[in-house]
């Protein structure tokens, strides 16, 4: 785990044979990747250690306390969910260290009885199918944009990098008068539908860069040999191109798992994802803290998890699709 | 969670470290062989669809919506834009995002070039990192339930009150009497001067001084005030502060009687020739004497810092600290995202020529400033614009950090578009009006990304 934040200069993993075709055919994150590693070693040179040594201390002492500023506000969420309304209101969170006993996980089991439970299970309804589709669809898409030849195929690929950075709001009110007359308002899938759309020139963009390093020599056997294009791309590209498609997936998963602003206009109450729940309980926040504080610890468990276990291809994802 | 995902989606600017960008895609596309344009589309077919219903559709349909009123079926011309810049409402939202643009990625790439820097001098950088990246997973409506904590006004529950609070009562100690005051009269021994209260006769040791108080709230009273004792003539100079009122009426003013309470903490000064010889605080009793003090006459004074509230920290959400605030819930949550892209570009610096320039005789200072930043700069831009970009779609921290009372004050142009249209407003041609202006706003942007990609691409 250590391993990868620590040299964010690594490829976003790319085929095998992706160097030695010769053809300089490299993903745009791969580039990075030869002057990352060699910068390695070096590094721990003499003047590096003569001013680790010099200032060594003190940069220790206030990186510590760099850590503890980014670190204590999320305890303190943990801290302040567990423990009763009535001590939170008293007294401030980090007097635990002195009263260890009034610890409790009574929040979090008043939470499994709330609508919580039901806006926990909409937010996995919503976020794995459209990370599915998105992944899905825009892997067939890339594919196409990196090898196949269509009139308009750069113009259309440049749309698709010009949109990139649309601010959702401007599809807010024409999709919802959308939703409105195909009678999709408030379901699930008008929101699983707006999310995929919206996930797409990103996804399109990242495993097309990625595609075009795949070696050419590999796809034209397969041509040679007669291949249908669905056959090569369900058993050639998309399985070369896994690296890129699990940095997409995370990122994907984590965009659909957070957000809010697309469920408080797409989602009605019934449908309501964990986001768009607690939202509605902010009104009264000192009234609701335990609910709040509770609900949002177990909304961010998941994808803090998933951020510790993959976030090697958090990092890459990261830096594919910005590092251009 | 959407502004913060679609940072990294971004490509705007070029690359990471200088020399290994070049070898770009170039040749070979000419000699695919490629199947049938019926193929491409029908692989091209489901990603077209859902761009061209949920994304083309309604820019194009904004453009127009945004021409008619409320109802949608009065025609108003430019009418929503020209209230997007003359309605009170709308130009604080303005203003505010302004505010983020030009504050917030100065602040997140400063900090995250500082944080990629001093992480090449710590062993523990690998979990340094993972710490200041975590944000980034945590869903911005988390994050700004984690920053509603922090900002509480009390500061008995809100860290960054109580963080304050510490801090300023460690290097200035006020006991704090709020609207206490002098008995006032000709008999009272005390006066009141531009805030602090002086004896008004000089006082020499062996003459107890009195200092009659009156107007301490009574829930500001000490809970360790003691009976206040008549000083006793002692050597040095000496006296008492106290609280001049008898519950439940009786008493004499201007002197100590037995049911009046002492107050404690208070700071009082022995001035001679306007320079403070001395200083002590009354104990629990109110009584006072300053040691060693030469003999002679001075005033006695109490200053005025005794009469003030006693130190609450700043109201972070009140409506004049509300937008940094956010601000700093935002700079918590992209940090790691800039230290990361930045630490990377770090690695892909040639060390070579770092360590000819520290060979050469330069300082670090020299090297940081002359080198390792000009090398750095494209990925400083990078980092850069995706924060500009960013601070523009800000929604979700505004909308969940700012009380609603605060709101109007906080509000940024995505919010007020949300708001407007669904959020109470029903007003969707004006939304569709800001809509449009917030794609104007990331417009530059993204004829940015396109040229670039052009360039590096074909």
Not at chain 2, 147 to 172: C, I, M, Q, W
Request: charged share 15%.
């Amino acid at each position: 785990m250590s391993e990868p934040i620590d040299r964010p200069g690594t490829p976003v993993a790319q085929p095998d044979a992706a160097g030695s075709d010769g053809e300089g055919h490299v993903s745009t994150a791969t580039a990075a990747a030869p002057a990352g590693t060699k910068a390695g070693a070096p590094r721990r040179g003499l003047a590096g250690r003569l001013v680790d040594r010099l200032g060594g201390g003190a940069v220790q002492v206030v990186m510590v306390l760099l850590g503890l500023f980014w670190l204590v506000p999320t305890l303190g969420l943990l801290v302040v969910s567990m423990r009763t309304s009535e001590v939170n209101n008293a007294e401030g969170w980090w007097t635990i260290f002195t009263k260890p006993a009034e610890l409790t996980i009574g929040n979090y089991a008043n939470l499994l009885g709330s609508g919580f439970t039901a806006s926990f299970w909409n937010t996995v309804l919503i976020t794995v199918p459209t990370t599915v589709l998105v992944i899905g669809i825009a892997a067939m898409a890339a594919y196409a944009f990196a090898w196949m030849d269509f009139r308009g195929r750069d113009t259309a690929f440049l749309v698709v990098v010009g949109l990139l950075i649309v601010p959702i709001q401007i599809a807010l009110i024409p999709v919802a008068s959308l939703y409105g007359a195909a009678d999709m308002f408030g379901s699930i899938a008008g929101v699983v539908l707006f999310h995929v759309a919206f996930g797409l020139p990103f996804a399109i963009f990242l495993l097309r860069n990625f595609f075009v390093g795949i070696p050419s020599s590999l796809l034209e056997a397969a041509r040679m040999d007669g291949a249908s294009e669905w056959k090569i791309f369900a058993s050639v590209v998309f399985p070369l191109g896994k690296p890129a498609i699990a940095s997409l997936g995370i990122f994907q998963f984590l965009w659909v798992w957070n957000d809010m602003l697309i469920a408080l206009v797409f989602a009605d109450t019934g449908n309501q994802p964990m986001t768009k729940y607690l939202q509605s309980q902010m009104r009264q926040f000192g009234s609701n803290v335990d609910i709040l504080s509770s609900g949002a610890f177990l909304s961010l468990i998941i994808p803090l998890v998933l951020f510790f276990a993959f976030q090697r291809y958090f990092v890459q994802g990261m830096m594919a699709g910005s590092v251009k | 969670m959407t502004e913060r995902l679609d940072g990294p989606q971004d490509p705007p600017a070029d690359v990471a470290g200088g020399p290994s960008t070049g070898p770009a895609e170039t040749p070979q596309r000419k000699r695919r062989l490629g199947p049938s344009p019926a193929v491409a589309i029908a692989f091209l077919l489901p990603a077209a669809l859902l761009l061209g219903i949920w994304v083309i559709y309604p820019i194009v349909y904004s453009v127009f919506r945004s021409l008619f009123d409320a109802t949608g079926t009065g025609f108003v011309g430019l009418g929503n834009y020209t209230t997007i810049f003359s309605d009170a409402g709308t130009l604080t939202t303005i203003r505010n995002n302004l505010i983020w643009v030009v504050v917030a990625p100065i602040v997140v790439t400063t900090i995250g070039l500082i944080f990629a820097v001093l992480t090449e001098r710590i062993r523990w950088a690998t979990a340094f990192k993972l710490i200041v990246f975590m944000p980034m997973a945590v869903s911005l409506m988390a994050a700004g339930v984690i920053f509603r904590l922090v900002y509480e006004e009390s500061p008995d529950k809100g860290l960054a009150n109580a963080v304050l609070t510490t801090v300023h009562d460690t290097f200035s100690s006020s006991q704090g009497y709020p609207e206490a005051r002098p008995r006032g009269g000709d008999q009272s021994p005390v006066a009141d001067q531009g805030g602090a209260v002086v004896t008004k006769q000089p006082a020499q040791a062996g003459q107890p001084v009195l200092v009659p108080i009156v107007g301490v709230k009574p829930e500001l009273l000490p809970g360790d005030a003691q009976p206040a004792k008549a000083p006793a003539a002692g050597d040095g100079l000496s006296g008492t502060v106290w609280f001049d009122f008898t519950p439940g009426g009786g008493g004499t003013n201007n002197a100590v009687d037995g049911a009046e309470k002492g107050l404690p903490g208070m700071t009082v000064e022995a001035v001679r020739d306007g320079q403070v010889a001395a200083t002590a605080t009354t104990a629990e009793d109110g009584s006072f004497s300053f040691a060693g003090l030469p003999a002679g006459s001075y005033v006695v004074r109490l200053p005025a810092s005794n009469f003030e509230a006693a130190y609450g920290g700043l109201s972070w959400l009140g409506p004049t600290l509300i937008t940094p605030a956010i601000i700093g819930a935002f700079v918590w949550v992209w940090a790691g995202f800039a230290m990361v892209l930045i630490a990377a570009g770090l690695a892909a610096i040639p060390r070579d020529a770092l360590e000819a320039a520290r060979i050469d005789g330069a300082t670090e200072w020299q090297v940081f400033r002359r080198i390792t930043v000009p090398l750095l700069s494209p990925v400083l831009l990078v980092v850069f614009v995706t924060m500009i970009i960013n601070t523009l779609k800000v929604f979700d921290l505004v909308f969940i950090i700012a009380p609603a009372s605060v709101q109007p004050q906080a509000n940024v142009v995505a919010l007020e578009m949300w708001r407007v249209s669904f959020g109470g407003g029903n007003n969707q041609g004006l939304g569709s009006a800001l809509a449009i202006f917030l794609l104007i706003l990331v417009l530059p942007f993204m004829i940015m990304n396109i040229r670039r990609f052009r360039r590096e691409d074909t």
